[in-house]
């Protein structure tokens, strides 16, 4: 069973940046397609970004491109979402989710088969 924690979420002014963990137990992240979305009050869940299961390619959300980076951590067994230039627009709850044996990746919700609990960011001033 694979277990996803997030970490590094907080209060932060904008124009700063964050760097989100996702650690993995269980399983290994590299043996899954892992993905990083948000929840803001009142809204859907929003696919972010994703890393295929070989880490070989990359995806984002055309609102976030530039800004956010996935990274893969096999040593630390953890993903990694680094944020920039946060806006206050970006304050919501963020989640990882895994597909294990995928080797592809994808920004919807309904393709990945494990969650993490979610990390709060919060941008204000």
């Known amino acids: 069973q694979l277990r996803l924690v997030e970490s590094g979420g907080g209060l932060v002014q904008p124009g700063g940046s964050l760097r989100l963990s996702c650690a993995a137990s269980g399983s290994t992240v590299d043996s899954s397609a892992m993905g990083w979305f948000r929840q803001a009050p009142g809204k859907e869940r929003e696919g972010l970004s994703c890393i295929s299961r070989r880490g070989g390619s990359t995806d984002y959300a055309a609102s976030v491109k530039g800004r956010f980076t996935i990274s893969r951590d096999s040593a630390k067994n953890a993903v990694h979402l680094q944020i920039d230039s946060l806006k206050p627009e970006d304050t919501a709850v963020y989640y990882c989710?895994?597909?294990?044996?995928?080797?592809?990746?994808?920004?919807?919700?309904?393709?990945?088969?494990?969650w993490g609990q979610g990390t709060q960011v919060t941008v204000s001033s």
């Open positions: 989710s895994a597909r294990p044996t995928w080797d592809s990746c994808s920004l919807g919700a309904y393709w990945y088969t494990y």
